[in-house]
């Protein structure tokens, strides 16, 4: 592209959201990667609390404690030196800790709390506020950025999304029963799209995509070019 094409285009907020194991986060990855932008993994936030709340034994129903929790918590995204953002919690990187499934047991519990929606949403705001980001979670293009210039909604059939949550896990040397899966991605997904605060809706806006058969490659160019016909389109907005 010439210089007068990149400079006519500008720095985008890009949502990414929708149900469990849709490939958001790779999805979500590989597109900041491609554009320069950085990536932030909402659900690592709420992963990491909920670790937070595990490991000091905070009452999922006592105000009190979970005020004192959400003072006492710092998280922090680092860039590693392969490029990939990892979360810190007071400091120490959680990035494998938070992918256990005794933090997914838990998370969406967390993730019902307003006041943790609410320490969560602000921050993730200010990371936002400068654009030039992609975001990925359940609430980014409906709560978190309802202005975002792309919204890319994925969905994908339960066992696919099973199938590819066992294969992750197992990477990480985490063997865990494809049943038991179904039925943490059937309850979360359950949790998540009837909860109170911010529930996991599809903004109107948003261009729903179905990752079933298709794959990360194919995803990741479809969201790529999405994206560059909305910088374009920024760029000349805003002159
Ligand atoms: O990776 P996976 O799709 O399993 O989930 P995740 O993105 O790590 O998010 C874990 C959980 O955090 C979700 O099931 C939601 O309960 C919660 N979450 C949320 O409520 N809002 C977000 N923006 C992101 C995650």
Redesign the pocket.
């Known amino acids: 592209m010439s210089t007068e094409g990149l400079l006519a285009m500008r720095k985008i907020v890009i949502a990414i959201d929708g149900y469990?194991?849709c490939g958001?986060?790779t999805t979500a990855k590989e597109v900041a990667r491609i554009l320069g932008y950085r990536y932030i993994?909402?659900?690592?936030m709420?992963?990491a609390v909920t670790l937070y709340f595990l490991d000091h034994l905070v009452s999922f129903t006592n105000p009190k404690e979970i005020d004192k929790a959400l003072q006492d918590i710092k998280l922090t995204f680092v860039v590693n030196l392969k490029g990939v953002t990892e979360i810190f919690l007071n400091g120490i990187n959680v990035e494998k800790a938070i992918r256990k499934m005794r933090i997914?047991e838990n998370?969406?519990q967390v993730?019902t709390i307003k006041v943790v929606r609410e320490a969560m949403v602000a921050l993730q705001r200010k990371m936002g506020k400068d654009k030039g980001i992609v975001m990925?979670?359940?609430?980014?293009g409906t709560v978190v950025f309802p202005e975002a210039e792309l919204k890319v909604f994925l969905t994908a059939d339960l066992m696919t999304r099973a199938f590819r949550?066992q294969k992750e896990l197992l990477e990480k040397e985490d063997l865990v029963e494809i049943d038991t899966i179904v039925e943490n991605l059937r309850s979360?997904d359950l949790?998540?799209s009837t909860r109170k605060e911010s529930p996991l809706v599809k903004a109107t806006d948003a261009t729903e995509m179905d990752t079933t058969h298709v794959t990360i490659e194919e995803q990741v160019d479809e969201v790529v070019r999405m994206a560059l016909s909305k910088m374009v389109v920024a760029g000349k907005l805003r002159g």
């Open positions: 469990s194991a958001k986060s993994d909402s659900g690592a709420y992963r997914s998370v969406s993730s990925d979670g359940r609430d980014i949550r979360r949790i998540d």
